[in-house]
């Protein structure tokens, strides 16, 4: 029997009903886990010495930080109440029918600026949860609609409900694959950006922005000795050749007609400084 959200006397017996009251109970206890953990932090707080800022005040304010994100992916947990609902119904062309905390939640993320004085491992454990709150709106999706096939087929329908969703998950992992670039960490930079091919797709404008990051990493593997990454076969000063031609081979392989200038530029600019390394 199909499930009507405009009757209300379907509310308790219904799955989507029973759905709502236990995503409800799972919102309360995870509320209530919050403010203990919060109480914690802060009487941890007051124990540190408030003359000088320490790593141990650091370490407290990541806590914080993390709970915060939890605290604010707690809120897409619960479906769309049945006022939404119907609205979808008058409005199908919206796509899929979420809480509108998801989106509120996706944009927070999105928007929040990285502070690069935090540690490597504290912005590891934030985009890792963030990861994990994604694939569970993903399941929230396919779950709405039946499956993954009919996902995929209302992602085709609704194409920019879906893009808003791959984007930030796409910026994502294009932060943390930066703040890896930036602490010589190449090789886990490079992992993290070859994970974008694992999305069903990706935005023009996130994929201009993986060409340049990933040549980024390559032009500081082949120019730059001393980097954390696979050692050289030769002994070009601890350099790698093999990014260089990597880059190269990257570069070329662009279509420039879908970047703008000031990308183009810049793609050009490394083009130079690999060619340099070559003496060419």
């Known amino acids: 029997m199909h499930y009507n959200p405009l009757d ?3 509310q308790p017996t219904t799955p989507g009903g029973q759905h709502q009251q ?4 799972v919102k309360d206890v995870v509320d209530k886990q919050l403010v203990e953990l919060n109480k914690l932090l802060i009487a941890e707080w007051r124990k540190l010495p408030a003359s000088n800022v320490s790593h141990s005040h650091l370490d ?12 604010e992916a707690s809120n897409t947990l619960l479906p769309p109440s049945p006022q939404q609902q119907a ?9 899929i029918p979420l809480n509108p905390n998801v989106k509120h939640v996706m944009k927070s993320w999105r928007t929040r600026p990285l502070t690069f004085v935090d540690s490597l491992g504290a912005w590891h454990d ?20 039946g499956g993954v096939a009919e996902a995929h087929q209302q992602s085709q329908t609704h194409p920019q409900q879906a ?5 930030s998950l796409a910026q994502s992992h294009l932060h943390l694959a930066g703040l890896l670039r930036r602490s010589n960490q190449l090789d886990l930079a490079v992992d993290e950006l070859n994970k974008l091919h694992t999305l069903p797709s990706l935005h023009t404008m996130d994929a201009q922005t993986k060409i340049y990051e990933h040549v980024k990493c390559l032009v500081r593997m082949g120019t730059s000795p001393g980097t954390v990454s696979s050692p050289s076969p030769t002994g070009m000063g601890g350099c790698r050749p093999d990014a260089i031609y990597e880059a190269l081979e ?11 200038k000031e990308q183009i530029g810049r793609l050009m600019v490394s083009k130079g400084i690999l060619l340099s390394k070559l003496d060419k």
């Open 8 to 10: 209300p006397s379907n």
């Open 87 to 95: 609205q979808h119904l008058l409005q199908p062309h919206q796509g």
């Open 163 to 167: 893009t808003f969703f791959l984007h």
């Open 22 to 25: 236990q995503s409800s109970v």
């Open 60 to 71: 407290l304010l990541h806590s914080a930080h993390l709970l915060h994100e939890v605290a």
């Open 250 to 260: 990257m570069i070329e392989g662009t279509q420039l007609q879908f970047l703008k």
């Open 126 to 145: 934030v985009f890792t949860w963030r990861f994990q709150s994604y694939r569970n709106i993903v399941r929230l999706i396919e779950g709405a609609v």
